[in-house]
């Protein structure tokens, strides 16, 4: 078979991905990236803690992020995500910045600093664009794990108007879908402009839909906003069922996370008419991972 006239492959952008050791949702991340983009994964070092804030700034120690990083750089990417939320709030908003300049100037080639972005920071980019102030608030978390999150984005001036956690410390990915759902209907009890599910270890692909239609409001997830983030970063769109994020701006490079301050313009106003499509309420979760040795 002559297939000289195929002139392909197409060249490939990448996406250079820092995930930490027992990261187990590889293929969430990919349902969300376009043809054209190919993700580049490589794992933090294995350390023996569960799921805590020891753990998180075990993960996110800045050799150990250079080193990932530059694991990566002989595949070419041309951004970098360090995707963990916890590990990218546990030191603040000045500590997120700090991941970034690490993560970037290990990246750096002749052509100039890598872009790079961590959940938590695309988190506060992604209430950007959608000018919510007021969030509820799941995770799969400890109560301590949870209320750091909750210190982190009070730092950048988003309030926490309600929260529901599972208290978990390891096999997150395990949760199912309609666990998720029932956290998501409890924690926007109060009056918010938008619900985050933490942990990129949480399933959530599936259900974001689904939760838009029936609460009224933009949802977003730790793997979602890292991959949009991620994504916009080269000029590329993230793809995917109806979710209100992928919907609210074309993509754009973008050099630095937008900060809180700059969040403006009601919710309201950035819904469209009528507000999301309704859907079948039918979830099916992801079929089940064999058992694995790790500590989430």
């Known amino acids: 078979m002559d297939i000289a006239f195929l002139g392909g492959p197409q060249p490939q952008r990448g996406v250079g991905v820092v995930a930490p050791f027992d990261f187990a949702l590889d293929r969430e991340l990919w349902r969300w990236v376009p043809d054209g983009v190919s993700l580049h994964l490589t794992r933090t070092p294995f350390v023996p803690v569960e799921v805590s804030l020891d753990l998180a700034r075990l993960i996110s120690e800045h050799q150990t992020l250079r080193e990932a990083v530059r694991a990566l750089i002989a595949v070419g990417p ?99 879908y309609r666990d998720v759902v029932d956290l998501a209907r409890q924690a926007v009890a109060g009056a918010a402009d938008c619900l985050f599910i933490s942990c990129t270890n949480l399933p959530t692909y599936d259900v974001i839909p689904q939760l838009e239609a029936e609460l009224r409001m933009p949802v977003i997830s730790a793997n979602q906003v890292t991959m949009w983030a991620a994504l916009r970063r080269l000029g590329a769109r993230a793809v995917g069922p109806y979710q209100r994020l992928l919907m609210a701006a074309q993509p754009q490079p973008a050099a630095d996370a937008v900060l809180p301050e700059v969040l403006s313009g009601a919710l309201s106003e950035a819904l469209p008419p009528g507000g999301p499509p309704v859907l079948p309420p039918v979830l099916q979760d992801p079929p089940p991972f064999p058992e694995q040795k790790g500590q989430t």
Request: proline content about 3%; charged content about 20%.
């Open 78 to 176: 041309q951004v970098v995500a360090y995707a963990c939320t916890s590990g990218s709030f546990v030191d603040g908003t000045a500590g997120e910045r700090a991941m970034c300049e690490a993560m970037s100037r290990a990246g750096e080639t002749e052509a100039g600093a890598l872009p790079a972005v961590t959940t938590s920071g695309a988190l506060l980019e992604a209430l950007a664009e959608l000018g919510a102030r007021r969030l509820a608030l799941v995770t799969p978390y400890t109560e301590s794990v949870t209320r750091a999150l909750e210190g982190y984005l009070g730092e950048a001036g988003i309030a926490v108007t309600g929260r529901e956690f599972l208290g978990l410390t390891r096999h997150i990915w395990k949760v199912p």
